[in-house]
């Protein structure tokens, strides 16, 4: 046996007061927003008001409300969900085109300086890149590998002497 319990105003009338709230409440479990909550039910009620007459009900109405109101959140996720994949896709295109010259110049550098630090001494290498890239201080250097602050400040002055001497050749760099 199918229900038809939407066929009249009245009858839908006498089921959108008695289950509204007890939906809200239901959905508001899940999305933690009363006003969405509140939103979602009036669009499964509209649903329902829409498709009354295609509407059978094998269950009991309580049931079917529930279930009714459970897909239309999940379809409100979805389409959310979509619209947020959608933004960041587009900021993900914008954050590409406008990749500043700047940040590319870094990582440049970067990667040449880290190229010609491979002709350096190590330990040199390792005092300079505590200093330039790590962001010690000569202090903290010295204490750490428990040498004097000039020596520490020797070998980062004969790295960034080698450094000008092996990138001569890159104007680009020093702009």
Same mark, same amino acid.
């Given at each position: 046996? #199918?229900?038809?319990?939407? #066929?009249?105003?009245?009858?839908?009338?006498?089921?959108?007061? +008695?289950?509204?709230?007890?939906?809200?409440?239901?959905?508001?479990?899940?999305?933690?927003?009363? =006003?969405?909550?509140?939103?979602?039910?009036?669009?499964?009620?509209? $649903?329902?008001?829409?498709?009354?007459?295609?509407? =059978?009900?094998? !269950?009991? %109405?309580? #049931? @079917?409300?529930?279930?009714?109101?459970?897909?239309?959140?999940?379809?409100?996720?979805?389409?959310?969900?979509?619209?947020? !994949?959608?933004?960041?896709? *587009?900021?993900?295109?914008? &954050?590409? +085109?406008?990749?500043?010259?700047?940040?590319?110049?870094? @990582?440049?550098?970067?990667? /040449? %300086? =880290?190229?010609?630090? $491979? #002709? &350096?001494?190590?330990?040199?290498?390792?005092?300079?890149?505590?200093?330039?890239?790590?962001? /010690? *201080?000569?202090?903290?250097?010295?204490?750490?590998?428990?040498?004097?602050?000039?020596?520490?400040? @020797?070998? %980062?002055?004969? %790295?960034?002497?080698?450094?000008? =001497?092996?990138?001569?050749?890159?104007?680009?760099?020093?702009?």
């Amino acid at each position: 046996m #199918s229900l038809k319990p939407f #066929s009249t105003p009245q009858a839908f009338e006498v089921l959108f007061k +008695e289950y509204f709230l007890a939906l809200v409440n239901f959905i508001n479990k899940y999305i933690d927003d009363i =006003e969405l909550s509140r939103d979602i039910i009036q669009n499964t009620f509209l $649903k329902l008001w829409k498709n009354r007459d295609k509407i =059978e009900i094998q !269950t009991s %109405v309580k #049931s @079917y409300l529930y279930q009714i109101a459970k897909n239309t959140m999940l379809d409100y996720i979805r389409a959310e969900a979509k619209k947020k !994949t959608e933004n960041l896709d *587009s900021i993900e295109v914008e &954050v590409i +085109e406008d990749i500043s010259e700047e940040v590319f110049d870094a @990582y440049l550098v970067r990667s /040449l %300086v =880290e190229h010609s630090l $491979k #002709s &350096v001494k190590s330990k040199q290498r390792e005092i300079f890149i505590l200093n330039k890239f790590e962001g /010690l *201080s000569y202090d903290e250097i010295a204490t750490y590998l428990n040498i004097s602050k000039r020596m520490v400040d @020797y070998n %980062v002055n004969a %790295v960034m002497k080698h450094l000008k =001497e092996d990138l001569k050749d890159r104007p680009e760099l020093f702009n």
